[in-house]
């Protein structure tokens, strides 16, 4: 049997990408506060692009459980419709 949920996290999202791009950045040695900040922004930005291919408005994505197989997926947007 296939089990899909839709979640909401309206923050989860936002703090994961904040806190894997400062994570990323931290090891980039010589970079001024300036130079990080822009690097941050331009970053987060284009992950949360990436992001959006299964993240809809931020905060909600589809999950399909499937209990024959054993395996849970995170669905496209496309794929959720």
Same mark, same amino acid.
């Given at each position: ?20 791009? +400062?994570?990323?950045?931290?090891? =980039? ?7 990080? @900040?822009?690097?941050? !922004? /331009? ?5 949360? +692009?990436?992001?959006?291919?299964? =993240? ?7 999950? @399909?459980?499937?209990? !024959? /197989? ?12």
């Amino acid at each position: 049997m296939k089990i899909r949920v839709y979640l909401k996290d309206p923050d989860g999202f936002s703090d994961g990408l904040k806190d894997s791009v +400062e994570k990323e950045l931290k090891a =980039v040695p010589g970079l001024s506060d300036r130079e990080r @900040e822009l690097l941050f !922004e /331009a970053r987060r930005d284009l992950a949360g +692009e990436v992001l959006g291919r299964w =993240v809809e408005y931020g905060e909600y994505v589809w999950l @399909e459980f499937d209990t !024959e /197989a054993k395996t849970a997926t995170v669905l496209t947007k496309e794929d959720a419709a």
